[in-house]
């Protein structure tokens, strides 16, 4: 593996594989990864995917994930057109109606637990007072309790990111979720090093990226993880790679932020 | 008789403001934060206000607490995206115990305006239960209701509330701009709703009466107080007219992050620069540089 570039565009390829035809998928305003994997998915296996913010496969090549940030380069106005819809107001509970918010949402968090429970509300001290504020929940919280399948994200792979119990919580993970009386809990955690999914309400190793180790990653990861051997990520395939370029003729992909060794011990 | 027109000035509506208020502000990320109003704020020197904004805020609500004026603050989240992804004098106030947060997401931050819009005692919601969040707000109860867990959302009603709009017209009808940025309108019909007392618009322009009528669709809230105010939301974006000006949102997350990590001066010299310095808004604005602004403006939609 080549840094960065490589690592996004394998990201964005194992995000993509795990999305299907017919759902909607939800995510950040500005996460330009995942909006490339969905814009992927859609070219490759699932064109009724329908991203949460209304991109469709046909404009995402003129659109490029730029288009999404407000950087002034991308004169982000010009977006608009494309744009099939825009709900201004998050108040959706039912999952039956073909307005409903999402199937699949793609969530991160400053802290990540071993039973998938996110917290953007911050980090305590050794006084088990709050001691490193986060920004809030901002869009995470309902919708991560009641979309059918959750997928967590992640642009570190660190022991300050993946933790025994999160400090705080933003969207429950399996068994916050079926204390509460929530069914399921998140189905994949992906990020620099691995992606990992759940057994037993626990995350577990299910790949690691060609450029690491199971050893790293465990080495960075703040709970066990099953031991035994781990396969390998599967690479872009070439049909994934035809398929970047056309999504994201730009290589917008390149300029994301990742760090290929997880991020500081 | 002729139909009284709303308008008013940025002073007049300044004064509306006493220690102590809930307020209402517009802006979602970096669009549409009401700013000239902001900075007049500030100049008067209030203290002890909640505030109300987002669902997920920026600058607004973060240069009120940077500069002391803030008690509580009623937002899902308060960053600058990528500039910044958890706004500096927010952190540093929350991290010293200056603040209070009412915890929340975005949902039950409309949920709870939306209760004060109805005028019910509370709404119930399902997204949230199994989190920190009832914990952390005493008023926010996790509830069993026919063998359903859910949140009981109590209202949240500002005191008066405070946009930032594309155009108004002198009748205090607000209005979006015909093209804007991730569509039209955020959380102004929310907040407006839900409101007790006065609902003040910005307006980059006063538009004549034909324009509206020949569009109500784009009528976001009526009955408002409306003061004529171009480029009342920089360093923030005005959907359909200006993109936000990363630039100055860089220079203030740099010194409010000096100020977080023990050197007041940048921070202090921004605020004299930004906010205590010009005495108008249109000060601020000859601050700014006309050039640099045109550079900001969107094609006319």
């Keep these: 593996m080549s840094g960065e570039p490589e690592l996004a565009r394998l990201l964005a390829c194992v995000v993509a594989r795990e999305l299907r035809d017919g759902e909607i998928v939800a995510f950040g305003l500005h996460a330009e990864l995942l909006l490339v994997a969905a814009l992927l998915a859609q070219r490759l296996h699932a064109p009724n995917l329908t991203i949460r913010h209304g991109l469709r496969v046909e404009r995402g090549a003129e659109i490029g994930p730029a288009a999404w940030t407000a950087e002034r380069s991308s004169r982000s106005h010009e977006l608009v057109e494309y744009l099939e819809a825009h709900d201004a107001v998050l108040d959706v509970a039912n999952p039956s109606s073909p307005m409903r918010f999402c199937d699949v949402f793609l969530v991160g968090g400053l802290q990540i637990d071993r039973e998938g429970s996110t917290n953007l509300i911050g980090i305590k001290g050794a006084d088990g007072r709050l001691a490193v504020r986060g920004p809030g929940s901002i869009g995470t919280t309902s919708i991560g309790t009641l979309a059918r399948h959750v997928i967590l994200f992640s642009t570190e792979h660190t022991t300050r990111r993946f933790v025994e119990t999160v400090d705080y919580v933003s969207v429950p993970g399996w068994r916050r979720r079926a204390a509460a009386g929530l069914e399921g809990g998140p189905t994949l955690c992906v990020t620099p090093l691995a992606v990992m999914d759940f057994a037993d309400g626990r995350m577990r190793l299910r790949s690691v990226h060609p450029h690491t180790t199971a050893e790293e990653v465990r080495r960075r990861t703040g709970f066990p993880l099953t031991a035994g051997p781990v396969p390998l990520t599967p690479p872009p395939t070439p049909a994934e790679r035809a398929a970047l370029e056309i999504v994201d003729p730009f290589d917008r992909l390149a300029g994301f932020d990742l760090r290929p060794d997880g991020g500081p011990r | ?301």
Excluded at chain 2, 151 to 163: E, G
Excluded at chain 2, 184 to 192: G, H, K, N, T, W
């Design chain 2, 1 to 301: 008789m002729s139909r009284a027109e709303r308008v008013a000035d940025l002073a007049e509506v300044a004064a509306l403001v006493r220690d102590g208020m809930t307020v209402g502000l517009s802006g979602f990320s970096y669009q549409n934060p009401p700013m000239a109003i902001v900075r007049a704020l500030i100049r008067r020197g209030l203290k002890d206000l909640t505030i109300v904004s987002g669902p997920t805020s920026g600058m607004e609500t973060d240069l009120l607490i940077g500069a002391g004026c803030v008690r509580r603050v009623v937002s899902a989240g308060v960053a600058f995206e990528r500039v910044s992804g958890i706004a500096p004098a927010f952190r540093r106030a929350a991290e010293r115990g200056e603040i209070a947060v009412w915890e929340c997401d975005e949902c039950l931050w409309h949920l709870a305006l939306k209760a004060a819009a109805w005028g019910l005692p509370y709404v119930l919601w399902r997204g949230g239960v199994g989190t920190s969040l009832p914990d952390l707000n005493p008023d926010l109860a996790e509830v069993t209701e026919d063998g359903r867990r859910y949140l009981r959302v109590p209202p949240v009603q500002p005191d008066i509330v405070f946009l930032h709009v594309a155009e108004a017209d002198a009748y205090g009808n607000a209005r979006a701009a015909r093209q804007a940025y991730l569509g039209r309108s955020f959380s102004e019909r929310a907040l407006a709703l839900a409101c007790r007392g006065p609902v003040v618009v910005t307006a980059e322009r006063i538009a004549p009466d034909g324009e509206v009528t020949g569009s109500p669709e784009r009528t976001l809230v009526r009955g408002a107080l409306v003061v004529e105010t171009p480029w009342g939301a920089h360093p923030g974006g005005a959907s359909g007219r200006y993109v936000p000006d990363l630039e100055h949102y860089r220079e203030y997350a740099a010194a409010g992050e000096a100020r977080r990590q023990g050197d007041p001066v940048p921070y202090q010299r921004y605020l004299e620069r930004h906010v205590y310095g010009p005495e108008e808004h249109e000060d601020y604005v000859r601050t700014i540089g006309v050039e640099r602004l045109q550079g900001l403006r969107m094609g006319e939609a």
